[in-house]
């Protein structure tokens, strides 16, 4: 009796349906098989998969799962996903779109900020105006520099601070103290909308020398604030510091380049200096290309290339803003951080490309470099040794809890 070969039968995992030689045949990922019509193909990372598996449409494009999870975001507005920068407002937990932010929400100048419902801030409530500039206040800078001195590299400083207390009388009276730097032609204040019952102090550009060396009303007003007139920042929730260096200060934009590159790529060793790991006002993850997804700084050049709430802000046309540190009206601390602004600058001025590529940018040359002009940075290196355990565990590529509490 002659005997019939059996003939393997393939079937679509998904529909069950016979397939046969001449029909389209696809293999997920997994290994099974299925027919075109029940195969769905990821648009970005190429994966196979069945019509029953989990996926989404992410704009035009047809995303799985993983993707969707690893570089998708959900649009609370519009019930989609997207790609790029998320947005919220102030007065909502939603995360949108650019373009649900744009369309759904209103910006406050006085605040600074965006609302779904608009601004309920009474910004006459309290009648500062004669010691607190509203927060579009942009007078003409003043430039100082010590005698004698050469030099395009300025510093501004913002220093946000709040009444222990929340007593607007209070914040009155500690202002109009404050007004002799603005007769001063240091600094001025201006009115924030982060804070609950503060101002900002706001300096003129100021070279590094005559911020160490000639600028004694500045630091003694601040230190009265804080010691007799109950001004705070350290211990809010709400106060940062931010510092302005102006790009003409630097050698061009290859300069500017290798700073970003040396604050991005030692993220550890500048948040432990900076007294504070921030996600939301100085991010260090914008340097991701949204286009691309890639690791790259290029994008932070370009017109509103990132978000301004980055560690480093270059959204300003004549400076770069470092908005990495901890508020605070500790001079020292004050003064370590514009020489860390300052240091990091001077160490980026001169190198080569061949030097980057083997790693000159790491911290550890830095912290040698801070070391060596011990005279120059007074204040840093006495924050380099006080927080030494730390920075050794960075200089050892340790693991260091950037969440941890912070010395003043």
Same mark, same amino acid.
């Given at each position: 009796?002659?005997?019939?070969?059996?003939?393997?039968?393939?079937?679509?995992?998904?529909?069950?349906?016979?397939?046969?030689?001449?029909?389209?045949?696809?293999?997920?990922?997994?290994?099974?098989?299925?027919?075109?019509?029940?195969?769905?193909?990821?648009?970005?990372?190429?994966?196979?998969?069945?019509?029953?598996?989990?996926?989404?449409?992410?704009?035009?494009?047809?995303?799985?799962?993983?993707?969707?999870?690893?570089?998708?975001?959900?649009?609370?507005?519009?019930d989609?996903?997207?790609?790029?920068?998320?947005?919220s &407002?102030?007065?909502? @937990? $939603?995360?949108?779109? +650019?373009?649900? !932010? %744009?369309?759904? *929400?209103?910006?406050?100048?006085?605040?600074?900020?965006?609302?779904?419902?608009?601004?309920?801030?009474?910004?006459?409530?309290?009648?500062?105006?004669?010691?607190?500039?509203?927060?579009?206040?942009?007078?003409?800078?003043?430039?100082?520099?010590?005698?004698?001195?050469?030099?395009?590299?300025?510093?501004?400083?913002?220093?946000?601070?709040?009444?222990?207390?929340?007593?607007?009388?209070?914040?009155?009276?500690?202002?109009?103290?404050?007004?002799?730097?603005?007769?001063?032609?240091? &600094?001025?204040?201006? @009115? $924030?909308?982060?804070? +609950?019952?503060? !101002? %900002?102090?706001? *300096?003129?550009?100021?070279?590094?020398?005559?911020?160490?060396?000639?600028a004694?009303?500045?630091?003694?007003?601040?230190?009265?604030?804080?010691?007799?007139?109950?001004?705070?920042?350290?211990?809010?929730?709400?106060?940062?510091?931010?510092?302005?260096?102006?790009?003409?200060?630097?050698?061009?934009?290859?300069?500017?380049?290798?700073f970003?590159?040396?604050?991005?790529n030692?993220?550890?060793?500048?948040?432990?200096?900076?007294?504070?790991?921030?996600?939301?006002?100085?991010?260090?993850?914008?340097?991701?290309?949204?286009?691309?997804?890639?690791?790259?700084?290029k994008?932070?050049?370009?017109?509103?290339?990132?978000?301004?709430?980055s560690?480093?802000?270059?959204?300003?046309?004549?400076?770069?803003?470092?908005r990495?540190?901890?508020?605070?009206?500790?001079?020292?601390?004050?003064?370590?951080?514009?020489?860390?602004?300052?240091?990091?600058?001077?160490?980026?001025?001169?190198?080569?490309?061949?030097?980057?590529?083997?790693?000159?940018?790491?911290?550890?040359?830095?912290?040698?470099?801070?070391?060596?002009?011990?005279?120059?940075?007074?204040?840093?290196?006495?924050?380099?040794?006080?927080?030494?355990?730390?920075?050794?565990?960075?200089?050892?590529?340790?693991?260091?809890?950037?969440?941890?509490?912070?010395?003043?």
């Amino acid at each position: 009796m002659d005997t019939v070969d059996e003939v393997e039968v393939k079937c679509c995992i998904a529909c069950n349906g016979e397939l046969t030689d001449d029909d389209s045949i696809y293999k997920t990922d997994s290994g099974d098989t299925v027919c075109e019509n029940c195969m769905v193909a990821c648009e970005k990372c190429d994966s196979v998969f069945t019509c029953d598996d989990e996926y989404n449409s992410v704009g035009s494009q047809i995303w799985c799962q993983g993707c969707i999870q690893n570089d998708a975001t959900w649009c609370d507005q519009c019930d989609e996903y997207f790609t790029g920068y998320s947005y919220s &407002a102030e007065d909502s @937990s $939603d995360i949108m779109c +650019e373009r649900c !932010f %744009e369309n759904n *929400t209103s910006y406050c100048e006085e605040c600074d900020a965006t609302y779904m419902d608009g601004c309920t801030y009474n910004h006459e409530e309290e009648d500062d105006s004669r010691t607190i500039h509203d927060y579009s206040y942009r007078p003409d800078p003043i430039f100082h520099s010590s005698e004698d001195e050469q030099t395009r590299l300025y510093f501004g400083i913002e220093i946000e601070t709040e009444v222990r207390g929340g007593d607007y009388g209070e914040r009155r009276v500690a202002s109009e103290y404050a007004q002799t730097l603005e007769r001063e032609s240091i &600094a001025y204040l201006k @009115s $924030d909308g982060s804070l +609950e019952c503060g !101002f %900002e102090i706001v *300096t003129h550009p100021l070279s590094h020398s005559y911020f160490m060396n000639d600028a004694s009303v500045l630091w003694n007003t601040i230190g009265t604030l804080k010691d007799r007139y109950g001004m705070m920042a350290w211990g809010t929730k709400t106060c940062g510091l931010h510092i302005h260096i102006s790009r003409n200060g630097f050698s061009g934009g290859s300069h500017q380049h290798r700073f970003l590159q040396l604050v991005y790529n030692n993220k550890d060793f500048y948040e432990v200096l900076a007294g504070r790991s921030s996600s939301h006002w100085a991010k260090f993850d914008d340097n991701i290309d949204p286009t691309t997804g890639q690791k790259s700084l290029k994008h932070k050049f370009e017109r509103h290339g990132s978000d301004r709430y980055s560690a480093v802000n270059t959204n300003n046309r004549n400076t770069l803003e470092m908005r990495i540190f901890r508020g605070s009206l500790n001079t020292r601390f004050i003064k370590s951080c514009i020489d860390l602004a300052h240091a990091s600058v001077e160490f980026t001025r001169v190198m080569s490309v061949p030097e980057v590529r083997g790693h000159k940018l790491d911290c550890i040359n830095l912290i040698q470099y801070i070391r060596e002009r011990a005279e120059l940075y007074p204040s840093l290196n006495q924050r380099l040794n006080a927080m030494s355990n730390v920075i050794d565990k960075i200089e050892r590529k340790e693991y260091v809890p950037i969440g941890s509490k912070f010395p003043e």
